[in-house]
């Protein structure tokens, strides 16, 4: 085992890792992906948010063939979020991109939703049982477009290996965290590569992935993580481009 039975326990809420921080990855804008669908729903995300020290939110709606949002429709979204929100909370709008055939013929049109301050990370995901077909090749073009590649949850595919996390590491691939993942809400596998990615310092970045307020707030409150996973979250907590 990574971690010892007898360290103390601390409940995600209270490790601190909220305080100032930044949601990297979350489905709060409402009514467009399988997340968040009401505005007042949305709302009490943001609520909640401001209460447990959040600062700074990127809204990362799904972009796929299932589901396939558009650029000018999720920017009108945004907008009514933004006129309806007068909290504390900093939003900003990207996507969450799947590697799939419409994301290829999106990077040839160029019609991408960008993350980061300066626009220039891409936040993508891939299905959690099989890699897209040339995965590292995809990931490569995206950079040629001048986008550092951001790949999310990479905890959670079940295909990858210790392999694989090493070579996407290696190239520049940043990696983010998603924080429910720590706490066991996907699995023990999902909760076992976190650990282990989080202690070889691999995550970038890390983001709740709120799809629902409840199951965040349950996560956040009730799923205790030992003192030596807690000790290593600083690593992630602020990060600056």
């Known amino acids: 085992m990574l971690f010892s039975f007898f360290s103390t326990k601390k409940k995600l809420v209270n490790t601190g890792i909220f305080n100032g921080a930044t949601d990297w990855h979350s489905h709060i804008l409402p009514g467009v992906d399988d997340g968040i669908q009401t505005l007042e729903d949305s709302l009490a995300v943001l609520a909640c948010y401001e209460k447990i020290g959040i600062k700074e939110v990127w809204l990362t709606p799904h972009i796929m063939e299932d589901i396939p949002n558009t650029i000018d429709d999720l920017r009108a979204r945004f907008q009514e979020l933004q006129e309806a929100y007068h909290g504390t909370v900093k939003l900003n709008l990207a996507a969450e991109n799947m590697m799939d055939n419409l994301f ?76 429910m993942s720590l706490a066991g809400v996907y699995g023990d596998s999902a909760q076992e590569k976190a650990q282990m990615l989080l202690s070889k310092g691999y995550y970038t970045f890390f983001g709740s992935d709120l799809h629902h307020l409840p199951t965040f707030q349950k996560a956040i409150n009730a799923k205790a993580l030992k003192k030596d996973i807690v000790d290593l979250l600083p690593r992630i907590q602020n990060i600056i481009f």
């Open 104 to 179: 290829s013929e999106r990077l040839d049109s160029k019609e991408l939703l960008p993350i980061g301050p300066k626009g220039d990370h891409l936040l993508v995901e891939t299905s959690y049982y099989q890699p897209p077909i040339d995965l590292y090749g995809t990931l490569e073009r995206v950079k040629e477009l001048g986008f550092t590649p951001i790949l999310a949850h990479p905890e959670r595919y079940r295909y990858m290996s210790d392999t694989d996390y090493n070579y996407l590491y290696s190239k520049g691939v940043k990696l983010q965290m998603n924080l």
